[in-house]
């Protein structure tokens, strides 16, 4: 197997579930940190910023730097300011979404926006959703960080970004724009910054929605490890396979 510049590792399902870490994923990152390679870390997950995301891997021994953190939230960010440039937002989500629009100076209203962004809120209720469908109806630009159904943790599985997303579409009628994995967005922002070549990176990930489509819609190379949602059984039956499989990431090793 060939050495990569740039392993771009998803974080639920990948390096952790929850708020515990997958041993052989530390290990192989440790691994690679040794080596002189620093990993890049590409979440859909759109709650944390890059500071707390930073701070939850270093609990789990995995020491990085924020700039090598990118989230979903700071894709979306990024994508309204440059396709929306001057509208005002109105958001649902965490501190990580709104510290994104705000890096990106956009101004959040709670009145009628131009554009609405919907990330990921573990406080989600029948309000947030009501108003958020009426702002759709009212004209708003519809973007989701991402469009995930369900994410594991250290219980099972858990409803993802993209069921909410998936409701306000079906009572709208109009489908969200989304950011995140398996769109290229992110992985586009992350060559961008940090100047890499394609031949050179390697999309990490246990989703094959997400992960792997993410990878292969940018035109690198793809990694499937078998801890998270999609089981390495089902993802040899598809139609686009990833470049590699592997049942955990010390077999990489």
Same mark, same amino acid.
């Given at each position: ?8 590792? &998803?974080?639920?399902?990948?390096? /952790? ?8 994923? !530390? ?7 040794? %080596?002189?390679? $620093?990993? @890049? ?8 910023? =890059?500071?707390?995301? =930073? ?7 995995? !020491? ?13 960010? +990024? /994508?309204?300011?440059?396709? /929306? ?9 965490? $501190?990580?979404? *709104? ?12 009145? =009628? ?7 990921? &809120? ?5 309000? +947030? ?8 109806? %009212? ?15 250290? *219980? ?7 069921? #909410?997303?998936?409701? #306000? ?9 989304? #950011? ?8 586009? #922002?992350? =060559? ?7 031949? &050179? ?23 499937? !490890? %078998?801890?998270? !949602? ?13 470049? @590699? ?5 010390? &077999?990489?090793?």
């Amino acid at each position: 197997m060939k050495a990569y510049k740039a392993y771009c590792f &998803d974080l639920d399902g990948t390096v /952790y579930k929850g708020s515990e870490p997958i041993p052989s994923a !530390v290990t192989f990152i440790h691994e690679l940190q040794k %080596n002189g390679v $620093e990993p @890049f870390f590409v979440t859909n997950n759109a709650r944390m910023t =890059q500071r707390q995301a =930073q701070q939850k891997l270093q609990k789990m021994g995995i !020491v990085t730097s924020e700039a090598h953190i990118l989230t979903s939230a700071i894709a979306a960010a +990024k /994508y309204v300011s440059k396709h /929306y440039p001057n509208a005002t937002v109105q958001m649902i989500g965490e $501190e990580g979404l *709104k510290a994104a629009l705000l890096a990106e100076n956009i101004r959040i209203t709670k009145e =009628q926006p131009d554009v609405l962004v919907q990330g990921i &809120d573990l406080e989600i209720n029948y309000s +947030k959703i009501e108003n958020a469908c009426y702002v759709v109806q %009212n004209g708003a630009q519809f973007i989701a960080t991402n469009g995930d159904l369900k994410f594991p943790n250290e *219980k099972g599985f858990a409803p993802g970004n993209g069921s #909410i997303a998936e409701l #306000i579409h079906t009572v709208t009628g109009v489908a969200p724009t989304y #950011i995140g994995k398996p769109q290229p967005h992110m992985l586009a #922002i992350l =060559q961008q910054l940090h100047g890499l070549e394609k031949e &050179d990176m390697l999309m990490i990930g246990d989703n094959y929605d997400t992960d792997i489509l993410a990878g292969i819609n940018f035109g690198i190379d793809t990694l499937h !490890v %078998n801890t998270g !949602v999609t089981p390495t059984d089902l993802v040899l039956k598809k139609a686009q396979k990833p470049t @590699f499989t592997v049942n955990s990431l010390l &077999d990489w090793l």
